[in-house]
């Protein structure tokens, strides 16, 4: 077997590009779509609102056929604060492990995925490969979006999407869903010793947070239940929470950050409308004594979680690409579930480990890298002709 990896270049260069989720994504796009145009391919980009950040879609092969797509996103998660032994912007190997900051999540399947264009179109393509680059994935699966809605402008749909997030390249059919949100309670400021004049607003944020705990407890004990996740149930959790200025005054703002992390088959609107009713039986007794008070909430990030049917062909397409036969399901939110809702069957498979992202001296193994190369060989296999 060839120690060398045909895909080191090119990892190399994406993993060059500081595409942490604040920053423009556009000289990587750029670069792609350049590189493509190169091979003759043209791509289509959707950009957020902003101008500064872009997705990228692009087909091989006829383009009037509904084709395999694969997809990543191209942001990664900031370096801040954390502790690299080498740049992360500079690709370096030790020991059979490749560093980086998105070497693992995600950029070496979408540089594997470009590293296979020329013999693509060497080959020719019967069964098209569509190829799905998005922006801002590490906060919340934001840009995605832009790319499925350009999706009605297209002759086709693909028929299938394989997400390239890390998974040891196991087919990943189940993924939870993300809810998450901010809550403000205005309340009425006062000096403390007149309580029965203000909101404290502190304590209103407390009966909403204990309440959460409570969900929290209840779906853990009744369910819904899947003991193939980790934990087995929806979590639910507050995060952050800020309020008040000193004990002698009764706080007028606070503020507190909190999510949940369904499975597949709950409702993240009933989960919401249950928190939202709380909050508006405790609005009448606020606004009682002052009625500018009130309790808002802001969604911060919506993921959908995704639960294809284990019979649906994609699962078996993949699963033959990697030569395994086992189906996994996993906590972590991925583009899928917006891809499955925009009626794509989707599984999500792609080298490294999540093990290894967001932290630092983020890693892949070159172990990784030579069965997603395997997979590509088998997928031309099956989509050129003559295959
Ligand atoms: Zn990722």
Same mark, same amino acid.
């Given at each position: 077997m060839s120690a060398e990896i045909r895909s080191r270049e090119m990892i190399e260069r994406l993993i060059a590009f500081d595409t942490t989720s604040r920053n423009s994504n556009l000289a990587l796009i750029d670069y792609v779509r350049d590189y493509l145009a190169g091979h003759g391919v043209e791509s289509r980009l959707t950009h957020d609102e902003s101008g500064a950040k872009a997705n990228l879609y692009a087909t091989l092969g006829p383009d009037d056929k509904p084709g395999i797509m694969l997809s990543g996103h191209t942001d990664v998660v900031p370096v801040d604060g954390q502790e690299w032994e080498s740049d992360p912007w500079t690709v370096i190997e030790r020991e059979g492990l490749l560093y980086g900051r998105g070497t693992s999540d995600m950029k070496s399947f979408i540089a594997i995925a470009l590293s296979y264009v020329p013999e693509m179109l060497a080959r020719g393509l019967e069964t098209p490969i569509n190829l799905a680059f998005s922006h801002?994935?590490?906060?919340?699966?934001?840009?995605v979006h832009g790319l499925i809605r350009d999706f009605?402008?297209?002759p086709v749909k693909p028929f299938v999407c394989i997400v390239? *997030? @890390?998974?040891?390249?196991r087919v990943v059919s189940a993924h939870k869903g993300k809810r998450s949100y901010i809550c403000r309670v205005k309340g009425h400021e006062c000096h403390?010793?007149?309580?029965?004049?203000?909101?404290?607003a502190v304590e209103v944020a407390a009966e909403i947070v204990a309440h959460l705990r409570k969900m929290a407890r209840r779906f853990r004990d009744e369910?819904?239940?899947?003991?193939?996740? *980790? @934990?087995h149930y929806t979590s639910v959790h507050t995060g952050t929470i800020q309020g008040g200025t000193a004990l002698n005054i009764v706080p007028k703002d606070c503020r507190f950050e909190f999510e949940w992390r369904y499975l597949p088959q709950h409702d993240p609107e009933a989960i919401f409308a249950e928190v939202e009713a709380l909050a508006r039986s405790l609005e009448p007794e606020m606004q009682a004594i002052a009625p500018e008070t009130g309790i808002a909430f802001e969604e911060r990030s919506a993921i959908a979680g995704l639960d294809t049917d284990p019979g649906e062909e994609v699962v078996a397409l993949v699963r033959a690409l990697t030569g395994g036969n086992d189906t996994g399901k996993v906590s972590f939110g991925t583009e899928a579930g917006a891809f499955q809702r925009a009626e794509i069957p989707t599984v999500v498979c792609g080298p490294g480990s999540v093990e290894q992202a967001?932290?630092?001296n983020e890693f892949i193994r070159l172990e990784q890298i030579r069965l997603c190369e395997a997979f590509m060989d088998r997928l031309l296999e099956r989509v050129c002709r003559g295959g």
């Open positions: 801002d994935e590490e906060v919340g699966c934001v840009g009605a402008n297209l390239g *997030e @890390p998974t040891e390249m403390s010793s007149l309580v029965h004049t203000g909101v404290n369910g819904p239940h899947d003991r193939d996740y *980790e @934990p967001h932290k630092p």
